[in-house]
């Protein structure tokens, strides 16, 4: 399989993994470390064709497995977290993760996990019919091969945000960065002017804001500060989690904002009469929405942390009816 990678000064290779959803890669950064090894910064998804590319990789650019000194997760989601254990396995490396990133790690693939309880519970509280629960229970039980083996404690080490972080020979500061997965951490190098956003801004489309169990339930208000937060810092290139690195950090931040203004305003016009989670999700999304179980569950959370943020901003109130929460203005 052709790999596909580019190579960045300051010995920086940016590596293109599938995925066998719609966002179709994921970006993995590979640093080469002056001391020697290499660190690994969100490894893909456990899957043939992630394995595959890379074989290759490693092959062109004469990287033994064993030489990975570190394995670093920008966040704790399937796609980027899923090969850790199985490299942390392969070359003795420790996984190096936000306290708060490990936790949930645990709460959604540990023993006795009951997310996917969970999260049936807070959709039918908010209106999914049961048989679109079920394509979702089904769609998430399935990723836990593609995360599998999850890395032992023994070889995890906590790195948290205010913390400096060498990567490649340069300072870069650790960046706290809620709202798409809490425990994310952004990656700042002030000489360069360089930022390892994750996906908390990305060039194309924006990033999934997702009220789940066992997190905060304003979501989209935690994001928004973010953004805020992050647009103070001055930044030449950005490299994030998918599609490809991008100089225009500080004009995409407005922009994935005032895409969340219009989109709550558009809920908020259609709250005149007492709606579901679920009933406002199909007038947001459409068909787009029931393209896969994936692409449903990603929808419904969404449209929930718009309610909650609207909810929480005192625009909206809820109401409950024969066990279902609904919405008003």
């Given at each position: 399989?052709?790999?596909?990678?580019?190579?960045?000064?300051?010995?920086?290779?940016?590596?293109?993994?599938?995925?066998?959803?719609?966002?179709?890669?994921?970006?993995?950064?590979?640093?080469?470390?002056?001391?020697?090894?290499?660190?690994?910064?969100?490894?893909?998804?456990?899957?043939?064709?992630?394995?595959?590319?890379?074989?290759?990789?490693?092959?062109?650019?004469?990287?033994?497995?064993?030489?990975?000194?570190?394995?670093?997760?920008?966040?704790?989601h399937p796609d980027h977290y899923g090969l850790a254990g199985y490299f942390a396995e392969l070359s003795g490396a420790p996984v190096l993760m936000s306290r708060r990133a490990h936790r949930y790690v645990r709460y959604l693939w540990g023993e006795g996990s009951t997310m996917s309880e969970e999260l049936a519970e807070l959709f039918a509280l908010h209106g999914m019919p049961q048989h679109y629960i079920d394509e979702i229970?089904?769609?998430?039980?399935?990723?836990?091969?593609?995360?599998?083996?999850?890395?032992?404690?023994?070889?995890?080490?906590?790195?948290?945000?205010?913390?400096?972080?060498?990567?490649?020979?340069?300072?870069?500061?650790?960046?706290?960065?809620?709202?798409?997965?809490?425990?994310?951490?952004?990656?700042y190098e002030a000489n360069k002017q360089w930022m390892i956003c994750g996906d908390q801004v990305l060039p194309r489309i924006t990033p999934n804001i997702s009220v789940v169990p066992g997190e905060e339930m304003n979501p989209l208000g935690d994001f928004l500060a973010s953004l805020d937060r992050l647009s103070e810092y001055e930044v030449k290139r950005a490299f994030p989690g998918h599609y490809d690195s991008f100089t225009t950090f500080a004009s995409r931040i407005a922009e994935i904002k005032q895409h969340h203004v219009q989109r709550l305003e558009q809920m908020l016009m259609m709250l005149q009469e007492p709606l579901t989670g679920?009933?406002?999700?199909?007038?947001?999304?459409?068909?787009?929405?029931?393209?896969?179980?994936?692409?449903?569950?990603?929808?419904?959370?969404?449209?929930?942390?718009?309610?909650?943020?609207?909810?929480?901003?005192?625009?909206?109130?809820?109401?409950?009816?024969?066990?279902?929460?609904?919405?008003?203005?």
């Open positions: 399989m052709a790999a596909q990678a580019v190579q960045w000064e300051h010995g920086l290779l940016q590596v293109k993994l599938p995925l066998p959803f719609a966002l179709k890669t994921v970006n993995s950064y590979v640093f080469t470390e002056p001391a020697g090894g290499y660190t690994l910064i969100d490894p893909g998804l456990r899957t043939e064709e992630t394995l595959a590319v890379w074989e290759a990789v490693f092959a062109d650019h004469s990287i033994a497995p064993e030489q990975i000194s570190r394995i670093v997760l920008t966040h704790q229970s089904s769609n998430l039980s399935s990723f836990q091969e593609k995360v599998s083996p999850q890395p032992q404690q023994d070889q995890i080490m906590y790195i948290e945000a205010g913390e400096t972080f060498e990567l490649g020979g340069s300072q870069w500061e650790l960046l706290d960065a809620p709202g798409h997965a809490y425990g994310q951490l952004c990656f679920f009933e406002v999700c199909g007038r947001s999304f459409g068909a787009r929405a029931q393209q896969s179980p994936h692409q449903h569950r990603f929808a419904m959370a969404e449209t929930l942390a718009h309610l909650y943020e609207l909810e929480q901003s005192g625009r909206i109130s809820r109401t409950e009816r024969a066990g279902v929460i609904y919405f008003l203005r």
